[in-house]
């Protein structure tokens, strides 16, 4: 291992103080791959809803860390045996795990680059960052990948129902929307971890927390990730970039920093998803869309400057939601009303401005790998069936929503 | 109205600052049958599982009174007419819901007194205090009691499914206890608040906070008002209580306060329950208790030596949970192990000290008055009913578990 | 040492959750000399102004042991040696360092005994306990006395200008209080401390934590422990006492719990108090003089019972605050006006009713072993000398404050 | 007024909800030129240090709004008249107290404008919004330039030794940096607030909660604001702009946004601070300055390249503190140090890497209108004099470090 620094801990309102605890892992938060994602928000467009919500990637990368060490320290205080080899490893799988989100995260995963999911990205820049230190993250990409088989509770810490990555992002966003109703009991539930035949599980006794967990996670997804608002913004800056990548297929200029027109001008997929094109994506953050929809604002192409300026002016567009999928009605109306209002031909209003589909809300999954609760005989149940009450069941129904996004009331 | 005090101030670390609002509200909290709420703790026996728990219903009225306030404040800037008269008198009724309650209220509600309920006692001692203060209370204890059918949701503020009581409890219970569990969104609740047809209905964008609320409801009965070594302590001094009582019958000195033995000496029923015996109630409260207990470590009774020193010394009994009702055998097997150990009769291990029963944890009901939820176009409906999930019907059914007092392992 | 019960957590609203480390320290907690101090409140007649501090001296032992197990973990962390001999001998020190607590603490301190102060009294406590545990407690008591040379910071980590017990002290009245002028940056401080030459140090960029902690202290004592509200019910209590043991030296009935009696009866010095002194001072809490004092309100003595009456009912003196001694003409113009209301004889007004003297506020002490600070190159210094402001030389100096109660406006 | 739109709350993990009183108020936040405070940051490079720290100054504005309707409500309860044109015009003034401000705040503050203040640009703007909105804000001017001479408190609530501009940033950079030493009692003092002879006072009894703001004030300059890293990072940024500007003037291409080269390019002052360069200004924010400082770390003037990936990477300079200014030796050390390792001129080390000087924390003045108590006789004093303690004149000095950033150890 490298020479530890120990001294260095970071302020972080949520949990405290955030300590590194070895060398290494300092000297990965100092890589410009890490530092990266400071400029990367954490909600993407959340921040046009809560404004409090401009926290980002690098702080709960860190925060994620921290849950993982207070995790691994209880988990060994119960007699469960890890290596110090292995918790420097598990740190650093956590730490990196979102290495690969780039600009808007979520919002643009699939607008950017059309089929790479995010962890495949996270395991190239891994290996990329594994090269550069000498083979010393060989256990950390093993327990990302959960071929650890030794002891799978330590990928199950990182990736699973009950995750510290959940954990801390819940608290975080709450802590930073203001939204208290994704307020978990975040020490609680890590004081009840327990180990059983190399797997994670929770001790019975944390069950109530398990399930305020699960809630909490439910109606986060409704009040912040899934706000109507937060719908409409995110769908907007889908249309802007997928206008811009139009507009320069077709030769147009758009002004825009380098390594974000390398994957506006080229459709990137997993096979030409090179070294070079991973190094420009490395480039990327949130900055350089922004900085180009502000210039957007100007463009000569009247879609492209009107979708800007509704961005930059929080002119947002108006959202319909409903239990049921949305009427054709309702949908040629909208489409209609913005062709006449905005004077833009039908193939455009489609295209651009009008946008509807589902939304899925799945609380809870116990296929391959629910959260296991053993109760004081060293027994081990999947939650839902073990709680004393019906609504864990109910938290395993997927609940669907439907939305369409209209640019006139 | 009285001359007003405004600039009273009392700290809490909850809501921040209390303040009171009228000079007869003010005259209230000075009065000494207010003040003996200081003396009787919010949460009875739960101080011996949450050491923190040792607030209040003096403290909790106060807080109730300040959310009541702030309700008001809300639905006045709506529009909804409240007069100064109508403000002030649901004030002072939220700030005596709880003026009726004994030393270790709901433990003690059927020991001491075995018929009335808690709410007719705070009636009776409205009344009184309305004698006192000249009829000034007339129209706050015509709200108390719902019998104020011009505007219904001032009484629905105070007792309904979602009231300023509950939410000050919850809040308040969470906060001394350190179960987050507990915790919801107060203030956005009460932002959320409207009236409908003259009911109190909570606006449509504000259910998923409904729901937390209900949810975070069940989760505190389990971890706190029913934990079971709660279970064990209330039984434990109600057995302490009945062993006095029979004592006291028989003729044995108790030593105790002249107000306690009153009620130890006599079955006080809804028939004698007279103006002397009110006034014996008001001079007790938690310290005329414990004080007794503490006496009775050294009672030559060996039963209630027994008792009152497993009490004090926090040696509680064992206590079984669970999803069936106790067998025979397992009853049969504690009164047995219970008689070999403490060398006591059959007789007395049933009646003292081997309990058990059923706990029942409802966390919503719409019979008679549920949550009304109103849309943005004025329509009213039942929360279980417009809920988007199905979380919310299953709070609707009753959970119930059942309990062992053992005396043994 | 004992065998572990590691999954012993206890809720503190403050700290989160409260760890027990040891077997011996779990055995030490359920005893009913530790029990007893649930019954003690931390902040005595405070919550005659604060309705929130109720909180005991219990829960403050617990949560002083926690921060001195941070503390202890984060010197282990930067190298210090501390065996896990030294580290349960430290944490039941400082566990322990309020064991002589007897009922309102510092209020009563010199009421019910006249020379012994509590920490003598801890020490005969610890003793005892230490023969009960068969020497096991040997080190904690040495440690507790400052007597283990060998390394001094861990004596100076329980009572010193910058210690656990204050840390914990100063955040949980804060807390309770609701008064956020005490909060100060615990974790941070904790995270700052080091130790050079054998003796506690704060790292030098821990300067304005310890500035925000001295300044906080101050700050705490004028609001809350010398609040003029709380000096009024102390002297109050005081004088109840006072005249119920005159009652009972000239053969009045008080009709007292035993135990109290014996301390009302009886003058108990350094000399008398004996080990029946010791048992009968253990069985004494909170609970004994306020159940005395509801009973005494109904004395036949009408200046016990007027007194008495002024404490539960909270009709207070008033109290004069002011930055020069209290004139002649003041105190005498209140002793007349009392006699004359009251209707009592000048000897007993001056006795029971009119109080005056100092108030004093010495914020921080350099002499007999300060605040040190040590800077990156390992030098110490007085943190009043090395500070780069004015504010630290200030907090030297003592704040003195005059007060009289009297009973007329 | 326009027409209420009152319904409207935003999320505010400080304050809870944020409330928008009247219809032109919300135009207002509306507007373009408001939203752009969603774009500047709160602390500007702070967030180099405390990661938490990325709140915005529109989040601010909206903070100190609610503080000053809370302050107006507390007066108006205390019998202050505050007519509704005077409370709105008052909200508006805070709400666009910092509508002046340009990206990186005061980081930027003379080097992309050479002498006009963040002041006289607001007004500027509030002007023109003025002109926009038909004269509406003419009172709200009027009060933000302090010429409201008939209750002069309205201005002093907005800009003085006790503002609520300060009481929401120390607030809410506390809350977001997590350094818990700029905590105030913000509802306490707000409570304390009232007007003698038209001036606004703080009562007697908030003394305490005035002395913790003011050393919670000193100390977050020392800890959050005067950082020695934030130091650097700013003279990193303000070295950044400055050879931008000099390659700018000689001709270089720098591939920025329009706006900012327009800042570049010309030199802006009071003269020539025209429409046209107001309306550039505001669109500019710290999306342009990073998104051309993350462009400029490929262009080809080493200078400039090698400052902005210092920036962009984090690779921040040392910086030296102390209480004696720098000597000659240590800075021309520090000079020739640079030269040899970066391979520049001796003239381009002084101009663009080695900086020094002087760092004042002036935490309280009194000259020109102090902090004003009144005693409960209606007396008023400065606090300072006062004040039963030596601190607050203490703080009343200032006091000075100096610095210099050097490039090596």
Same mark, same amino acid.
């Given at each position: 291992?490298?020479?530890?620094?120990?001294?260095?801990?970071?302020?972080?309102?949520?949990? *405290?103080?955030?300590? !590194?605890?070895?060398?290494?892992?300092?000297?990965?938060?100092?890589?410009?791959?890490?530092?990266?994602?400071?400029?990367?928000?954490?909600? *993407?467009?959340?921040?046009?809803?809560?404004? $409090?919500?401009?926290?980002?990637?690098?702080?709960?990368? +860190? &925060?994620?860390?921290? @849950?993982?060490?207070?995790?691994?320290?209880?988990?060994?205080?119960?007699?469960?045996? !890890?290596?110090?080899?292995?918790?420097?490893?598990?740190?650093?799988?956590?730490?990196?795990?979102?290495?690969?989100?780039?600009?808007?995260?979520?919002? @643009?995963?699939?607008?950017?680059?059309?089929?790479?999911?995010?962890?495949?990205?996270?395991?190239?820049?891994?290996?990329?960052?594994?090269?550069?230190?000498?083979?010393?993250?060989?256990?950390?990409?093993?327990?990302?990948?959960?071929?650890?088989?030794?002891?799978?509770?330590? %990928?199950?810490?990182?990736?699973?129902?009950?995750?510290?990555?959940? @954990?801390?992002?819940?608290?975080?966003?709450?802590?930073?929307?203001?939204?208290?109703? &994704?307020?978990?009991?975040?020490?609680?539930?890590?004081?009840?971890?327990?180990? %059983?035949?190399?797997?994670?599980?929770?001790?019975?006794? &944390?069950?109530?927390?398990?399930?305020?967990?699960?809630?909490?996670?439910?109606?986060?997804?409704?009040?912040?990730?899934?706000?109507?608002?937060? !719908?409409?913004?995110?769908? +907007?800056?889908?249309?802007?970039?997928?206008?811009?990548?139009?507009?320069?297929?077709?030769?147009? %200029?758009?002004?825009?920093?380098?390594? @974000?027109?390398?994957?506006?001008?080229?459709?990137?997929?997993?096979?030409?998803?090179?070294?070079?094109?991973?190094?420009?994506?490395?480039? +990327?953050?949130?900055?350089?869309?922004?900085?180009?929809?502000?210039?957007?604002?100007?463009?000569?192409?009247?879609?492209?400057?009107?979708?800007?300026?509704?961005?930059?002016?929080?002119?947002?567009?108006?959202?319909?939601? %409903?239990?049921?999928?949305?009427?054709?009605?309702?949908? /040629?109306?909208?489409?209609?009303?913005?062709? /006449?209002?905005?004077?833009?031909?039908?193939?455009?209003?489609?295209?651009?401005?009008?946008?509807?589909?589902?939304?899925?809300?799945?609380?809870?999954?116990?296929?391959?790998? $629910?959260?296991?609760?053993?109760?004081?005989? $060293?027994?081990?149940?999947?939650?839902?069936?073990?709680?004393?009450?019906?609504?864990?069941?109910?938290?395993?129904?997927?609940?669907?929503?439907?939305?369409?996004?209209?640019?006139?009331?």
């Amino acid at each position: 291992m490298s020479v530890p620094n120990k001294n260095k801990i970071i302020n972080d309102p949520l949990h *405290g103080f955030l300590t !590194i605890p070895t060398g290494l892992i300092y000297d990965l938060i100092q890589h410009p791959y890490f530092q990266r994602l400071r400029r990367i928000r954490q909600l *993407g467009m959340s921040e046009w809803v809560y404004p $409090g919500a401009t926290h980002t990637r690098f702080h709960h990368a +860190l &925060g994620a860390m921290n @849950l993982m060490l207070m995790a691994m320290d209880t988990l060994r205080k119960k007699g469960i045996e !890890i290596s110090d080899e292995e918790y420097q490893a598990t740190a650093i799988a956590i730490l990196l795990h979102d290495i690969g989100h780039g600009p808007y995260s979520h919002t @643009l995963e699939h607008t950017l680059i059309q089929e790479v999911q995010h962890e495949e990205i996270s395991i190239n820049i891994m290996n990329k960052l594994n090269k550069e230190f000498n083979g010393e993250m060989d256990l950390a990409i093993k327990i990302f990948q959960d071929k650890y088989v030794v002891k799978p509770f330590l %990928s199950q810490l990182i990736s699973g129902q009950l995750d510290m990555d959940r @954990l801390d992002y819940l608290l975080r966003d709450s802590f930073y929307t203001g939204v208290s109703e &994704g307020i978990v009991g975040g020490e609680r539930i890590i004081n009840m971890l327990n180990v %059983s035949d190399g797997n994670l599980v929770v001790e019975e006794k &944390g069950i109530y927390s398990v399930e305020k967990f699960l809630v909490a996670r439910r109606l986060m997804y409704w009040q912040v990730y899934l706000h109507k608002t937060v !719908i409409a913004a995110d769908a +907007l800056l889908i249309s802007i970039l997928n206008r811009a990548r139009e507009l320069a297929h077709v030769g147009h %200029s758009l002004g825009s920093y380098h390594p @974000l027109l390398h994957f506006l001008l080229n459709d990137i997929s997993r096979e030409n998803f090179d070294d070079e094109a991973l190094q420009l994506f490395l480039a +990327l953050d949130d900055i350089d869309i922004m900085s180009s929809v502000k210039l957007w604002q100007f463009h000569e192409d009247k879609i492209l400057s009107t979708l800007s300026q509704s961005l930059i002016n929080r002119n947002l567009p108006k959202v319909l939601i %409903s239990k049921e999928p949305m009427s054709e009605t309702n949908i /040629e109306d909208a489409v209609y009303l913005t062709i /006449e209002k905005l004077k833009i031909t039908e193939n455009d209003a489609r295209r651009y401005f009008i946008k509807y589909g589902l939304l899925e809300n799945h609380a809870y999954k116990s296929e391959g790998g $629910g959260i296991r609760i053993m109760n004081k005989h $060293g027994q081990v149940y999947d939650v839902a069936e073990i709680s004393d009450n019906y609504n864990l069941a109910a938290l395993k129904e997927t609940v669907k929503k439907y939305y369409l996004i209209k640019w006139v009331k």
